[in-house]
């Protein structure tokens, strides 16, 4: 049998290709639905591994340096509620920019 793309054992349950779950940064690029724009955000919802900054040419930095990062700075944790810590307010981590330049920072100082 070949391997197929994807997570094997497990990938959502927490271990993928036989590794704990990490920090992860998500992007849309040139969506119709935000005028063109493009969405970013830092999700530590599998887990936590890497603190991480997002900085784009224009828009707003993102930083997380922790797994409990402020919830407009990043997803949490297990935050699959889409509420922060899953009774707080709603979640606001993803970020739009009308800039199509973004620097990724991994353990930013």
Request: proline content about 7%.
């Amino acid at each position: 049998m070949s391997p197929t793309p994807g997570c094997q054992n497990d990938c959502f349950g927490g271990i993928a290709f036989g590794k704990a779950p990490c920090s992860m940064t998500e992007w849309t690029f040139d969506s119709a639905k935000i005028g063109g724009r493009h969405d970013y955000d830092i999700s530590n919802i599998q887990g936590f591994s890497i603190a991480q900054r997002i900085i784009p040419d224009k828009g707003e930095t993102l930083t997380c340096e922790k797994a409990k990062c402020p919830c407009k700075q990043a997803y949490r944790p297990g935050d699959t509620s889409g509420t922060c810590g899953g009774t707080g307010p709603v979640d606001q981590a993803t970020r739009e920019s009308a800039g199509s330049g973004f620097t990724v920072v991994y353990c930013p100082q």
